[in-house]
């Protein structure tokens, strides 16, 4: 299994407050990626990095941000959470574009 | 953007069972996978295929690139193979997997 680990892994915060999902990997992959999971919307992308400090915007990037300081983490960071952010988030890697992608476990955002 | 559509959406077999489940998509793709998402919700990678056949174990898959679909086939079903499965593509330049809608799968004992 490739070395992805996601934090927290469950978390319930309340409206207008900031959250800090994060990714780390173990496999000195250049690209990570973060998706959100919903019900009748499947997996969408938020925003990838092809290398540290380089980030760009997926389809649904409105309202989060992310940072990567180091090849092993990438940060995802909702400013003020609303509940239309209430979502199941996954963390990507891979080795390049075409390249497969591996996924972490998951964490579950609830936003009350 | 790409389209990928996969079917049947639900399928419900006896433990035994063989099953195919497709994936369309409506432009040249440079990554094909499939994946099963487990009860706990465990991404799990099945194949990288975005051309031609791979086996491993009872699942086998089949992706005809000129064509613009792929099969996955699963053979003598178990109750751990239930949950849903993906299809995803990526297109060339386009940085990002673009997911089907599932297939959920269902294994009676």
Known sequence: ?112 | GIQVEQSPPDLILQEGANSTLRCNFSDSVNNLQWFHQNPWGQLINLFYIPSGTKQNGRLSATTVATERYSLLYISSSQTTDSGVYFCAVEIQGAQKLVFGQGTRLTINP
């Not at chain 1, 941000?65 to 990507?92: G, H, I, N, P």
């Not at chain 1, 080795?95 to 964490?107: A, K, L, M, N, V």
């Open chain 1, 1 to 112: 299994d490739a070395g992805i680990t996601q934090s927290p892994r469950h978390k319930v915060t309340e409206t207008g407050t900031p959250v800090t999902l994060r990714c780390h990997q173990t496999e000195n992959h250049r690209y990570m990626y973060w998706y959100r999971q919903d019900p009748g919307h499947g997996l969408r992308l938020i925003h990838y990095s092809y290398g540290v400090k380089d980030t760009d915007k997926g389809e649904v990037s409105d309202g989060y941000s992310v940072s990567r300081s180091k090849t092993e983490d990438f940060l995802l960071t909702l400013e003020s959470a609303t509940s239309s952010q209430t979502s199941v988030y996954f963390c990507a890697i891979s080795d390049g574009q075409g390249s497969e992608q591996y996924f972490g476990p998951g964490t579950r955002l609830t936003v009350t």
